[in-house]
């Protein structure tokens, strides 16, 4: 079992900055790969970012260069460096292991590692329980 725990969030003006970090315990089976989505409620989950096992990374549309993922796998920790934050940033962020065969699934050949991440997370992944972000005007 995979247990991964968030921290770093908090409360921001607009364009301000904040660091998530997640500490990831325990292994799963075979190769995963890691990353972050968001929530708010009554919303779609939306796909944030995600760094695969040779550090290639993708991220969600709306992300516009603004955000930066990065691991230290010898520490088991994955980074979030979001900046020029704004108020439709505001969210509860999660952490989250998925295996790399969620890419091969029927529908999701053509996503990205984001966006596979994103659509499995909750049926083929691990994911903690967040840390919230809240961005004011």
């Known amino acids: 079992q995979v247990r991964l725990v968030e921290s770093g969030g908090g409360s921001v003006q607009s364009g301000g900055s904040l660091r998530l970090s997640c500490t990831a315990t325990g292994y799963g089976i075979g190769a995963y790969y890691m990353g972050w989505y968001r929530e708010v409620p009554g919303n779609p989950r939306e796909g944030v970012a995600a760094i695969d096992g040779d550090g290639g990374t993708t991220y969600g549309d709306f992300v516009k260069g603004r955000f930066t993922i990065s691991e230290d796998k010898e520490k088991r920790m994955l980074y979030l460096q979001m900046n020029r934050l704004e108020p439709g940033d505001t969210a509860m962020y999660h952490c989250?292991?998925?295996?790399?065969?969620?890419?091969?699934?029927?529908?999701?050949?053509?996503?990205?590692?984001?966006?596979?991440?994103?659509?499995?997370?909750?049926?083929?992944?691990?994911w903690g329980p967040g840390t919230q972000v809240t961005v004011s005007s």
């Open positions: 989250a292991s998925v295996p790399d065969y969620i890419g091969r699934l029927p529908g999701s050949e053509k996503m990205t590692p984001v966006q596979a991440l994103n659509a499995h997370v909750h049926s083929h992944g691990y």
